[in-house]
């Protein structure tokens, strides 16, 4: 089987340094890639993996079952919207996989979240993205390595596009933040916007679907 313990962001990141992660294995027949190794999902320190293999649906998800029922506290697996989605409560860790048949072959994604104190949760989301008055964050994740440090957020307003577009820019460019590119189309109903200010990148997205705006922004910051 493979086995991917990712032993040195374990050791490094600041989000996942307590108790011993769950070992996830893989089919052998499967691809494997390492999504996230060390992120925060709305303050919840999370891993995550997407795999492919030519197995069918139901064999991935018996590999699945097997690997995690009888060591599961509370053990879930059905059919939703076409995919197969196993959950596994091993405290404190919660294991997903959602298992999707794709043409000739299966694309599985598979999550680890862990259980935080509320404490520990407030801390993680302690440093607030500014949004406009009246949106809905939608997601927030944060991930972290040796070299850079992200976060990618999802939000919604019923504000209009130029107003959420200038919510930004003004936001940034009185905290001197300097202005790569900017765009504003109200014909299309879309936006963008790019700030920097030294190491810190900023990019923000602007999208109209029904009269709401979607907005998406991914943050990185370079170094430690």
Known sequence: MKKYLALVLLLTSPYLFADDWPEVEFPDTAEVQVVADSMLYHGYPMKTWVMEDEQSQMMIA???KKQWEEKSERFDAQMFNGDYVINSMQPPFLLTARIHQEYDRVITYVGVTKNVTDRQLEK???????????STLISDIKSNDIFKQGRTLILSTP??????????RRHFQQRGWV???????TQSGKAALQMSQGSNLVDISFNTKKSVIYIVANQVKEGL
């Open 179 to 185: 202005e790569n590119s900017a765009i504003l189309d």
């Open 159 to 168: 504000n209009s596009l130029a107003s959420s577009y200038h919510f930004y």
């Open 62 to 64: 018996s590999f699945f």
């Open 124 to 134: 993680n989301n302690q440093v607030q993205f500014p949004k406009p008055n009246g």
